[in-house]
């Protein structure tokens, strides 16, 4: 969650005693806002698109059904115990084995006095409720759902997926259910005016058209019409740079060619800025990317979309809460890059890279092409040969809204443990938005049964369903930018549940250091999916003892709603 720990950390702390939910009356109208406010800007769903990939075959849907599942159960787990923690008897007084404390590096469980007359809940006991109300068929369906077409942000498809959000949540009795609505300003494609490549020769005059994937685009980049040279800077990291100038080859006023990967596209294309490049194009190498029809994976004339905003938010009202079209002084965040930026696929990048002409590229460089058309440029194999590229998006002035859903905790209602989940994608978006959301729903679902009997959180459960995630987790940010010195005193811990499933072969954290012990905790208690009898942790151990000092990643290098 680094966008709210990083945005948390900068707040001063003062004492502040309002709360996150909305009056009664707010809510109601909120409600009828949601009706009326996303029709006035809505952009149609064919405005953006992004990668159709081949459908699921059922044994793999599944497996995946399993992992999401097991998933859930961890993160489960761990919203238990942080939000129950200090109501548990002492670890001393649990004596049958199914009602064994958690443990961590010592007993965590003390007697609470106010508890003592009331029924107490073990963690045996949490662990049996929490299997027994969650529903992995539900989350099957949610999840598809949310995935059987692209609902981009503002599209009339992803205002018909907020309201069954809202309605669910209302659904399930929680104490309070409300939306935040925000306006915005996002880029889209420009379908009247679409962007274009083109080899033309030194006079300007056109010599072919390169194709490019009409549905994708790099959100925020500037509008513009650039020519020049092109450079293969490999990732565009800082060390490739380097690399080429050790080879005599400069960036300055030409293209420059990447490959996606190892970084996110805002740092690709502010070094390439930096360098005095004019543009940039970035494209899915096979080597880093299956390619269909070989696996399962992108098809070779579709392009990766995504955003160059090195920040996150919206960058038109950078610090500030985008609320009921709040009027700032006219600015704009220093992140957003000054040269045009613009996908292609695999197959358009083969176009432009056998015409390359220049030194050889380093061995290392080469990715799953035939070796001989990696040249570094900038020149072109035939004289004269330059690159034009115009990158035409439109601006849109959109309304956006974050759903929330709260459970109050029973000794600290004003503390918050915060489930967050995005809401929109470009795409199907079944790994990226859809098993997030679908997870988030159910957990708001079980433990709204769990409170009804008898399990009593000692801090309150925040569900929150972000918007504009895809632009740079713009709903999460513009919410928190409303209630920075709040958070900063209340947040317990926040739980991404962003790209939650992606394989089904290694667990991956990224989490603030404070949790590894909590998360290794409870994943020695976790039944692997794939190996009967053994935890989930025993099982890493048994692959590879190495991989556990590994397996905990510092939380920052995440690009989902709040960071991961």
């Given at each position: 969650?680094?966008?709210v720990?990083?945005a ?9 005693s ?6 009664q ?22 405005e ?61 469980y ?32 949610i ?28 659904s ?12 915005v ?10 962007s ?18 009409a ?21 565009g ?29 805002g ?44 920040g ?28 045009v ?13 056998r ?84 997870i ?53 811990a ?43 942790y ?27």
């Amino acid at each position: 969650m680094e966008t709210v720990r990083a945005a948390l950390a900068a707040v001063s702390e003062r004492h502040t005693s309002y709360s996150i939910y909305r009056r009664q009356n707010e809510q109601e109208d909120q409600s009828d806002g949601m009706k009326d406010e996303s029709g006035e800007s809505a952009v149609t769903s064919e405005e953006v698109g992004l990668i159709v990939q081949r459908s699921q075959d059922r044994k793999k849907a599944l497996m995946y059904l399993v992992l999401v599942s097991l998933f859930l159960l961890i993160i489960a787990f761990i919203l238990g115990y942080v939000s129950s923690r200090g109501n548990c008897t002492s670890c001393a007084e649990v004596e049958e084995t199914n009602r064994e404390p958690l443990r961590g590096d010592g007993c965590d469980y003390w007697p609470n006095p106010d508890t003592s007359s009331e029924k107490v809940l073990y963690w045996g006991d949490l662990k049996a409720m929490l299997k027994n109300y969650l529903d992995g068929q539900e989350i099957a369906k949610i999840t598809r759902i949310m995935s059987n077409r692209s609902h981009p942000a503002g599209s009339p498809h992803l205002h018909e997926l907020t309201r069954m959000i809202h309605g669910k949540l209302k659904s399930f009795h929680l104490n309070h259910v409300w939306a935040d609505s925000h306006y915005v300003t996002l880029p889209f494609p420009n379908r009247s005016s679409p962007s274009y490549l083109r080899v033309t020769d030194e006079n300007g005059t056109r010599l072919e058209d390169i194709v490019l994937d009409a549905d994708a685009y790099l959100a925020y980049s500037p509008r513009d019409t650039v020519s020049g040279g092109l450079v293969y800077g490999h990732y565009g990291r800082a060390e490739d740079f380097a690399r080429l100038s050790e080879f005599g080859v400069s960036v300055k006023n030409n293209l420059v060619i990447l490959r996606v990967g190892k970084s996110s596209f805002g740092e690709k294309v502010a070094l390439a800025e930096q360098q005095g490049a004019i543009g940039v194009l970035i494209y899915p190498d096979p080597v880093d990317l299956p390619q269909y029809p070989r696996g399962l994976g992108l098809q070779s004339n579709t392009a990766i979309s995504g955003h160059v905003h090195r920040g996150t938010g919206d960058p038109f009202t950078p610090g500030f809460p985008s609320f009921n079209h709040t009027q700032f002084p006219p600015m704009n965040s220093s992140a957003l890059p000054q040269i045009v930026a613009q996908p292609i696929s695999v197959s358009a990048a083969n176009n432009l890279l056998r015409r390359l002409g220049g030194h050889d590229a380093p061995p290392e460089w080469r990715g799953r092409h035939p070796s001989n058309i990696y040249k570094l440029g900038p020149t072109f194999k035939r004289a004269g040969d330059r690159l034009q590229l115009a990158v035409t998006t439109r601006m849109v002035s959109t309304v956006i809204s974050n759903v929330f859903g709260s459970i109050e905790g029973f000794a600290e209602p004003d503390r918050y443990i915060i489930f967050g989940a995005q809401r929109d994608s470009w795409s199907e978006g079944a790994a990226k938005s859809g098993v997030g959301t679908a997870i988030l729903l159910e957990l708001a679902r079980a433990f709204s049964k769990m409170v009804e009997n008898g399990f009593k959180p000692r801090r309150s459960l925040l569900f929150a369903s972000w918007d504009a995630g895809e632009f740079g987790s713009v709903g999460a940010t513009e919410w928190l930018e409303g209630y920075l010195t709040m958070m900063h005193l209340k947040a317990v811990a926040y739980f991404s549940l962003d790209k939650a499933v992606l394989g089904d072969d290694r667990l991956h954290t990224e989490s603030s250091p404070l949790l590894h012990n909590l998360i290794e905790t409870v994943i020695k208690q976790v039944e692997s999916p794939k190996w009967n009898g053994q935890t989930i942790y025993s099982q890493i151990v048994a692959r590879n003892p190495d991989y556990v000092n590994n397996m905990y990643v510092p939380s920052g290098r995440g690009e989902g709603a709040c960071g991961g």
